[in-house]
């Protein structure tokens, strides 16, 4: 029967298998009880208990730990499958999107440079300096992550003195 609950069918086969694994003149050890010759569909935990046999929890921890712990086991292993790369690659994808919000702070300090090299209108680039600073004071970096944004920092100071000295 399909709605009978798993447990129940080790229960059963467990009891089934103790008092009937012991062979007689008519069979060969480990010949009954199996799932051979039978005509109607065998429960898949079924078969893989006459096939191996109880289980490692089976055999060592009462019924309802065994149940509980099997229980258990097969929700984590999924559950570890799906968690296990979004951990490994969660801090890459991080830190790519900060590389990428940092690179595009770079490319206005970049044109800053540009402009004030072609231009040289210092107080306008000042201006404009001092906005990209305020961008990155809106940035929420991790303390891991801060040593890329204290360099973009020295990088603007180090804009910031050549316009100075530019004036």
Known sequence: HSDINPATVSLLLGTTYDILRNYSRLQ????????????????????????DGPSFFYRH?????????????????????????????????????????LGRLYKTLKTIEKRFAASKNTDELLSGLNDLENRIERLNVSAIQSKELYDLRMHIALVRDQLKQAK
């Open 28 to 51: 060969k050890p480990g010949e009954f009880p199996s799932s051979k010759g039978l005509d109607f569909p065998i429960d898949l935990d079924a078969e893989i208990f006459l096939k």
């Open 61 to 101: 921890l009462p019924f309802w730990g065994a149940v509980w712990l099997e229980r258990v086991i097969k929700i984590l292993i999924p559950l570890l499958i799906i968690l296990l790369p979004i951990f490994t690659y969660l801090p890459v994808i991080l830190n790519l999107s900060l590389k990428i919000r």
